[in-house]
Structure formats: structure tokens, C-alpha cells
């Protein structure tokens, strides 16, 4: 009998199972560049990890006064990104030795992420993840993106679990907020290291402030076995 009883796992992608962002980072910057926009920076992008590509693709709109509708911009980004993606994305190594760990003991899982479901499932099939996490929720299937809930609901609405049995796995703030809304708990890995302090951050139950450079797939384990019901 697994140690983990009824709990069950969902996992953002981007940022936390897979070091995306340098993908996303260069589709936004050729995106923007075609659209007058030629000296978007890695600092820039830091503002919008954790946010969806479809709401990303509006902020652009709005805060650098571009003429192309907001579908367009997303339609632009989506494609160069998935070139980028199916060429290689790299899965954090303790990532994965997490979800084979989780696999191994029975524990239900899922993907809750802001990309596309083209991305995820280009991502999940490309780094083999694939095999082991097939219930897949992107944001683009539910009514608002993180920071609100939804996208958490419905993984564990198709997970057949309830909210407080799940925990979430977050790289970013937004993300953070939405498993807090869920009524979920959250193991938060901050993408960027200067966002640790954010307040949304303080909701987490276990935070990693020093990121991926920290966390182990041990550790989680443990944090899991330990916080578990008891019933």
C-alpha cells in the first residue's frame, strides 16, 4: 500500500517539470521583433512566466500599443514555439526522477499548465513524460487561466480526486495563487529566484526559494509521506 494514501499530484509544466522558458523567451522575442518590437529582453519575459500564452499575447498588445490582434500575436508565438519545443526542451532530471518515483507507488498525477494543448502534449511526448502523465489540462480549455483555479478544478475533477487531497507542484507566483484558490497545497519551486518573496508565494505550504537548484525528488517524497492524512 503506498505511503502517499489518497493524495494526488499535479504538476505546472512550464518552469517546473521542463526548462521551457528559454523557448517561450525566443518565440516572444521573434513574435515581437516582426511586430516592431526589436529589443524585448530575458528581463522583460520574467514578468510574464507563469502567465498564459493567450494572456501574455494581450498584455503584449496593450502594453506596447501593437496594431495585431491579440489572436494573431498568440498564433505567431504558439507556432515558432512549438518548432522550438519538438527540437528540445529539457526536463529537470529531479523531475522526473519525481514523477517516476510517484509512478511507481500508484499515485494519480496530472498536468495543469497555461500552454496550449499542442505545446503540452509536443513537450510531454518529446521528453518521454508522456508515459507517466496523461491526464492533461491546459488553460486554453477552461474559462480564466491561473491565477485563478480553474485549471487545478479540472485536473482533479478528472483526477476523481477532491481539492484537499491534491498537492500542486508551481514554479511562479500566479500558479502559486491559483492551487491556493483550488484549496490545494502547493510545493512552490520559484523560476526566478527574485520573485521568492512574493506574496503569493507565502500561501505555499512547502517553498523552495532557491528553485530547481534545490529540490530533489527525495525531498518531495518525504515532504509528501510526512504531510499525508492520517487517515
Given at each position: 500500500m503506498s505511503k502517499l494514501r489518497a493524495i494526488s499530484v499535479i504538476f505546472d509544466l512550464d518552469g517546473t517539470l521542463v526548462d521551457s522558458e528559454p523557448n517561450y523567451y525566443?518565440?516572444?522575442?521573434?513574435?515581437?521583433?516582426?511586430?516592431?518590437?526589436?529589443?524585448?529582453?530575458?528581463?522583460?519575459?520574467e514578468r510574464y512566466v507563469g502567465v498564459s500564452t493567450q494572456e501574455?499575447?494581450?498584455?503584449?498588445?496593450q502594453e506596447?500599443?501593437?496594431?495585431?490582434?491579440?489572436?494573431e500575436l498568440l498564433a505567431d508565438t504558439n507556432r515558432r514555439y512549438l518548432e522550438l519545443a519538438r527540437a528540445a526542451t529539457h526536463a529537470y532530471p529531479e523531475m522526473r526522477k519525481f514523477v517516476e518515483l510517484l509512478a511507481t507507488e500508484g499515485v494519480p498525477m496530472a498536468v495543469a499548465s497555461g500552454s496550449s494543448p499542442e505545446a503540452i502534449e509536443a513537450i510531454l511526448a518529446g521528453t518521454g513524460l508522456d508515459t507517466y502523465l496523461r491526464t492533461v489540462?491546459?488553460?486554453?480549455?477552461?474559462?480564466?487561466?491561473?491565477?485563478a483555479p480553474d485549471v487545478f478544478?479540472?485536473?482533479?475533477?478528472?483526477?476523481?480526486a477532491a481539492p484537499a487531497d491534491c498537492v500542486v507542484l508551481e514554479d511562479a507566483a500566479p500558479g502559486a495563487a491559483a492551487a491556493h484558490a483550488a484549496g490545494m497545497r502547493c510545493i512552490a519551486i520559484p523560476y526566478v529566484a527574485a520573485q521568492a518573496d512574493a506574496p503569493e508565494f507565502a500561501t505555499a505550504d512547502l517553498l523552495l526559494r532557491r528553485g530547481q537548484g534545490v529540490f530533489t525528488a527525495r525531498g518531495a517524497y518525504d515532504w509528501l509521506v510526512r504531510s499525508a492524512p492520517s487517515s
Amino acid at each position: 500500500m503506498s505511503k502517499l494514501r489518497a493524495i494526488s499530484v499535479i504538476f505546472d509544466l512550464d518552469g517546473t517539470l521542463v526548462d521551457s522558458e528559454p523557448n517561450y523567451y525566443e518565440a516572444g522575442r521573434q513574435t515581437l521583433a516582426e511586430h516592431g518590437v526589436p529589443d524585448f529582453t530575458w528581463a522583460e519575459h520574467e514578468r510574464y512566466v507563469g502567465v498564459s500564452t493567450q494572456e501574455t499575447a494581450a498584455l503584449w498588445k496593450q502594453e506596447y500599443g501593437l496594431a495585431a490582434p491579440a489572436a494573431e500575436l498568440l498564433a505567431d508565438t504558439n507556432r515558432r514555439y512549438l518548432e522550438l519545443a519538438r527540437a528540445a526542451t529539457h526536463a529537470y532530471p529531479e523531475m522526473r526522477k519525481f514523477v517516476e518515483l510517484l509512478a511507481t507507488e500508484g499515485v494519480p498525477m496530472a498536468v495543469a499548465s497555461g500552454s496550449s494543448p499542442e505545446a503540452i502534449e509536443a513537450i510531454l511526448a518529446g521528453t518521454g513524460l508522456d508515459t507517466y502523465l496523461r491526464t492533461v489540462v491546459s488553460a486554453d480549455e477552461v474559462p480564466r487561466g491561473k491565477p485563478a483555479p480553474d485549471v487545478f478544478l479540472e485536473a482533479a475533477r478528472r483526477l476523481g480526486a477532491a481539492p484537499a487531497d491534491c498537492v500542486v507542484l508551481e514554479d511562479a507566483a500566479p500558479g502559486a495563487a491559483a492551487a491556493h484558490a483550488a484549496g490545494m497545497r502547493c510545493i512552490a519551486i520559484p523560476y526566478v529566484a527574485a520573485q521568492a518573496d512574493a506574496p503569493e508565494f507565502a500561501t505555499a505550504d512547502l517553498l523552495l526559494r532557491r528553485g530547481q537548484g534545490v529540490f530533489t525528488a527525495r525531498g518531495a517524497y518525504d515532504w509528501l509521506v510526512r504531510s499525508a492524512p492520517s487517515s
